[in-house]
């Protein structure tokens, strides 16, 4: 009776109008409340029957009022809803379907139904699946969430549902482009030069099909070097405009995934027609340039096409062994080969020699390689680190990207550029803090020029510590992809088109087009757009978060028994906020959260400071960005896939009688 009193729901409505109003984030927590989040600042509780209204991630407007002597958010309008379409896993209530979405903040079960075609009773428990959320609590008369499920991915203990599932959940691909009956090389008015006889060498992985670099290098007795730098070909096979072209452009970039890759051409020309194969005959558009004894690139950058037969299919284990220790048990090379080797060597060392003294070298890290059973349970995690091989390819791809870069610029003044601005402008002034307190001798205006940022660069290479280089690379700019040329700050370039990877980038393979028409004199057959470098950006971003996706899971099927076992792991802090730290496991690259309880289960003692990358302990720095120390796993959430870690260094409780300070001094001395 009295809730169809229009009087007293006008009454309500009244005093619901009269009260304050915020617009904030909806933050979930385990127990069933939540925080409104107003503008990262301000955190207001939300009680567990108002939080049915609304998912975490959600962005509303809340009533505030005061319940229980204490202020509440009642959310009462939508202002961005968090998730639209979401993968889950089928759940089974009353023998009614519902959708667990697959997010370690959201753990309610929302009902659901098939969308027409997909059967239902296909359908079984546990299963994995794309949904859309149909219904919203706080639109329009919607009671409750609501869903409806567009596919299924996969059966519940499918092992190969890591894939599977992170493919779906950044709707990339999951196959390579179908293949076609025939190809056909396009007559693009190129007169190729025959360099089949020329030693051009390959340095790849062991397994590595899609060859697409291969290098000859003529070490001169003045110390300079003139080098030749060979890049398949796959535009030679692919018009613009095409249904195969339009696929490349919305695939973006071959899809690298541990295990397993997911290519962005056909797999016939990726690993076969334009893979520069040993003593295949392959089209190729070349860079040949001189680069002087102290590694500076000269002035007679030259780009033509050419057909080249590769000599040597070497790997870069082979190669470093071979430099580095003198001899290998696999592999032999010929004088020939040697020559080349030695020669590549040398003129790798000549700039990075000059990188390092006039622009930028960041430090090696290994690369962690996930060694996969044949139906997909994880043996073993193995480390890569970065030999001479590496680097010697590495410095390679660089100059032939600046030339690229340069002579694009040159003749038509864009191009497909990969920028960097430096510092982001609106965090200068704080990166300027920490600088000045570190005593670094840079002030404000040099950091905005791409020398003096270089500058910087290396001087954080020569300190002790990695925590003030961390520290300022929260004050960075993104690198971003461009039109029009600009200096890469990051590593100390001017400017810098990257084209060496055009089986896999189709960034690369406009910018071979462009080269081409550099080459035969005519208009280029294309030219990057307006959308070209947020379609690249996307692709780039959602192909990192994959990537990252499938390792975090493997890595909890590896280390599922870890916690057991008491396995201790050396640990790299990489991030720190006001709830813990975020560390990084040397021994196999997996990430952990260590959260402050972990640390130190006393408020009053412990402050994570996310401004300043530090955790104090009685006002003591015990951590910081970039310290490595012991840790061990306390929790393996396979259903999250995250890592849970403490110290394995303690903090005991002070005595109540002694100052914590002074007792903390005493502790560490």
Not at 448 to 459: H, Y
Request: glycine content about 6%.
């Amino acid at each position: 009776m009295f809730q169809d009193n229009p009087l007293l729901a006008q009454l309500k409505k009244q005093i619901q109008e009269s009260l304050p109003k915020k617009e904030g984030q909806i933050k979930a927590t385990d127990r069933g409340f939540g925080f409104l989040e107003v503008d990262g600042k301000e955190s207001i509780f939300i009680p567990p029957n108002y939080m049915k209204k609304v998912m975490h991630g959600d962005r509303v407007v809340a009533v505030i009022r005061t319940e229980k002597e204490r202020e509440v958010a009642e959310p009462q309008e939508l202002v961005e809803q968090f998730m639209t379409r979401f993968i889950g896993r089928v759940k089974l209530i009353k023998d009614r379907l519902n959708v667990v979405p697959d997010h370690p903040q959201l753990k309610e079960a929302i009902k659901a139904r098939t969308i027409k075609g997909l059967n239902p009773e296909s359908l079984k428990e546990g299963d994995w699946v794309v949904a859309h959320l149909t219904r919203h609590p706080l639109v329009g008369d919607n009671k409750t969430f609501f869903c409806e499920i567009k596919e299924k991915i996969t059966d519940s203990e499918d092992k190969i549902a890591p894939w599977w599932v992170t493919l779906a959940r950044h709707d990339l691909p999951n196959a390579e482009p179908a293949p076609q009956e025939s190809w056909n090389m396009l007559d693009e008015g190129l007169t190729r030069e025959d360099l089949t006889e020329i030693p051009f060498i390959t340095i790849d992985g062991e397994s590595t099909k899609d060859m697409d670099d291969a290098i000859y290098t003529v070490a001169k007795e003045d110390g300079s070097f003139e080098i030749t730098i060979a890049i398949a070909d796959p535009t030679s096979y692919i018009e613009v405009g095409n249904e195969m072209d339009k696929e490349a452009r919305e695939r973006g970039f071959t899809i690298y995934l541990p295990g397993r890759n997911i290519p962005m051409l056909p797999r016939e020309l990726s690993d076969e027609l334009c893979s520069l194969m040993e003593n295949e005959k392959r089209p190729a558009l070349c860079c040949r340039v001189t680069v002087d004894k102290d590694g500076v690139i000269g002035d007679d950058i030259t780009f033509f096409a050419a057909w080249i037969r590769s000599q040597g299919r070497l790997s870069y284990d082979d190669v470093s062994d071979y430099l580095e220790n003198g001899s290998t048990e696999n592999w032999s090379p010929s004088a020939v080969i040697d020559e080349q080797v030695r020669a590549l060597q040398a003129f790798a060392n000549a700039r990075s020699d000059w990188r390092s003294k006039n622009a930028v070298v960041f430090p090696d890290r290994p690369d962690y390689r996930f060694e996969l059973s044949e139906d997909n349970d994880v043996i073993a995690i193995h480390t890569d680190p970065r030999r001479t091989a590496n680097r010697m390819i590495e410095e390679a791809m660089i100059t032939a990207n600046i030339c690229a870069g340069r002579m694009l610029q040159e003749k038509f003044g864009k191009g497909v550029y990969n920028t960097h601005a430096g510092f982001n402008p609106e965090k200068l002034d704080t990166a300027m803090e920490f600088l000045t307190s570190a005593e670094a001798p840079f002030d404000k205006e040099q950091l905005l020029t791409l020398e003096g940022f270089s500058a910087l660069r290396r001087w954080l290479n020569t300190l002790d510590t990695t925590y003030l280089d961390n520290r300022l690379r929260k004050f960075q700019a993104y690198s971003e992809v461009g039109n029009l040329p600009a200096p890469h700050f990051a590593m100390g370039l001017d400017v810098y088109a990257t084209w060496t990877s055009p089986i896999r980038k189709y960034g690369d393979m406009i910018n071979h087009r462009m080269l081409k028409a550099v080459i035969s004199g005519n208009a280029p057959a294309q030219t990057p757009d307006d959308n070209i470098g947020e379609e690249i950006a996307t692709h780039r971003r959602n192909h990192r978060m994959a990537e990252r996706d499938v390792a975090d899971w493997l890595y909890v099927r590896l280390l599922k028994d870890a916690v057991q076992q008491g396995t201790v792991f050396t640990a790299e802090v990489f991030d720190i906020n006001r709830a813990g730290m975020r560390v990084r496991l040397l021994e196999n690259g997996a990430s952990a959260f260590v959260p402050a309880p972990l640390i130190l289960d006393n408020k009053q003692r412990i402050e994570c400071n996310g401004d300043l990358g530090i955790i104090n302990i009685d006002k003591i720095r015990e951590f910081q960005l970039g310290d490595h120390f012991d840790i061990v796993l306390t929790e393996v959430r396979e259903t999250t896939r995250q890592l849970v870690a403490k110290p394995v260094k303690q903090f005991p409780e002070v005595n109540p009688q002694e100052p914590a300070e002074h007792q903390a001094e005493t502790e560490k001395a």
